[in-house]
């Protein structure tokens, strides 16, 4: 997982040779553990650059209010997105509808020049909608009844990946 | 985690956790509300009917925009310029309006008890925003949340209540969330304006004497002297309320700390609290106003998210 973490950073570094207008957003809750891990090792590579970096809780913006009630998490960017690079950052993309509801959340802070989407998990076959990754640690192959879960440290006391 | 209940009655009805999870949703909210465009698309299904039997400006207001940021439909409802002045009921008043599909009720009528019955007798989730001296709760809510926001803490903070007590539903919903909570309470104002049994009934410390009270809180919570719901004179003339429950500079100088000053609006100022204070450093009353919107936004996004369970 490491290693996959690192090739991660190095690929936005490629692609955004300019960090000061690219900003990170990790989604809440469980992007979180990777985007803080990916902003550690571009802190790392690159030690003179500034990183802004933010995390983004979609809850409000889900489709599903009626049938199943989300608890919200904290927002919070620092900074303004207008004119940057994006840079959303999710563990697992699965259907594709948790980053649609990201994408018009993001809007609400502003127009940014570009977004582009980094997951650690690709499950390939099974989205609802046309939403492809930028940045992907690992392309999984499942079907639709498979639960896909990335365990992290800080929270699950193993880095692992696990097919339940 | 969902609330326990369908309907915001009171916040008699609430459990600790129910309370704890519409704060820490409301913050959420508050948060949304400096952003740049502050709406979300959450209730877009939703349809929201404000129902105002009684006269209102901030919680009126202050439903309507926590509704429209939520996205919500709203539709507006006044007493005085509908059927209702022709002798409509209650009842066919809202079942006329639920038959155009709507969700959420949110309600204030000058009867105690009002929601509640209406609460038994249609489908639609109802929040009762003021039932006449009985409850208050998304008031209690929005102290609350002012109360942390600015002190750090409800469990073990020192909050008095001062006032007209007798007719103040803000006064009987705050009392029973900060008891939940674990604040603790005391009640003051005149003898005649505080009701028998209260210290029995609800386990809060009774005190008519102000400046006691002042030297012992952290929070001052001052009421409204509801004029219009006193049939009978309760004291010998407003002047008099004045100068010994009116809250003044002089009265605050000589406290030896700092506390906080609130009140649920709207202010009769020179009566329960005088200008000076009311708009001084130590007052938070615009921060509650401020924050109503949040916490209304987090009780009807929390409400909507179990309008699908019958």
């Known amino acids: 997982m490491d290693l996959s973490i690192q090739r991660l950073a190095h690929q936005m570094l490629e692609n955004n040779q300019d960090l000061e207008n690219t900003v990170i957003i990790g989604l809440q809750p469980r992007g979180i553990f990777l985007s803080d891990r990916i902003v550690a090792a571009l802190k790392s590579i690159v030690p003179q650059q500034k990183i802004q970096y933010g995390r983004l809780d979609i809850t409000f913006y889900r489709d599903d209010v009626r049938n199943s009630l989300h608890i919200a998490n904290t927002t919070d960017i620092p900074f303004s997105i207008e004119g940057k690079s994006v840079i959303l950052i999710d563990d697992v993309l699965y259907t594709g509808r948790t980053i649609r509801a990201a994408l018009d959340a993001l809007l609400d802070f502003g127009r940014p020049a570009k977004v582009s989407l980094c997951v650690l998990i690709d499950r390939r076959f099974s989205r609802e909608l046309p939403i492809q990754p930028d940045f992907a640690g690992k392309a999984i192959d499942t079907i639709i009844t498979d639960k896909v879960k990335v365990n992290w440290k800080e929270k699950d006391e193993k880095d692992e990946v696990v097919l339940v | ?310």
């Not at chain 2, 502050?38 to 006269?55: A, C, G, H």
């Not at chain 2, 204030?108 to 001296?133: E, M, Q, T, Y």
């Open chain 2, 1 to 310: 985690m969902k609330l326990s209940t369908k309907h915001l009655l009171g916040i008699k009805d609430l459990q600790k956790e129910d309370i704890q999870l519409i704060l820490s949703t409301a913050a959420q909210f508050k948060e949304v509300l400096q952003r740049p465009v502050k709406k979300v698309p959450s209730l877009r299904d939703i349809t929201i009917v404000n129902l105002f039997y009684e006269n209102s400006t901030r919680t009126r207001m202050s439903f309507e925009l926590a509704e429209r940021r939520l996205s919500a439909d709203v539709l507006n409802f006044a007493a005085s310029s509908s059927s209702a002045a022709k002798g409509e009921t209650l009842l066919d008043t809202v079942n006329n309006i639920l038959s155009m599909k709507v969700d959420l009720v949110v309600m204030r009528h000058s009867a105690s008890g009002a929601p509640h019955f209406l609460a038994k007798h249609i489908p639609a989730a109802i929040v009762n925003a003021g039932d006449g001296i009985n409850e208050h709760p998304t008031q209690a809510l929005l102290d609350a949340f002012s109360m942390q926001e600015r002190t750090g803490k409800i469990e073990g903070l020192k909050v008095a209540i001062i006032g007209d007590i007798m007719h103040s539903r803000v006064a009987l919903s705050n009392m029973y969330l900060l008891k939940k909570m674990g604040a603790e309470i005391t009640v003051v104002g005149p003898p005649t304006l505080i009701p028998k049994y209260l210290e029995q009934a609800l386990g809060v410390r009774v005190t008519y004497n102000l400046q006691e009270a002042l030297q012992w809180c952290d929070v001052a919570n001052v009421l409204r002297i509801q004029l219009e719901r006193q049939n009978q004179p309760l004291f010998s003339s407003l002047r008099e309320y004045n100068l010994a429950y009116g809250i003044k500079q002089s009265v605050l100088d000589k406290l030896n700390k700092e506390i906080v000053i609130m009140h649920p609006g709207p202010i009769n100022r020179g009566v329960e609290l005088d200008s000076d204070v009311a708009d001084g450093p130590h007052s938070i009353i615009l921060n509650q106003v401020e924050n109503g919107v949040a916490v209304r936004m987090a009780v009807l996004y929390l409400l909507a998210g179990r309008t699908n369970e019958n």
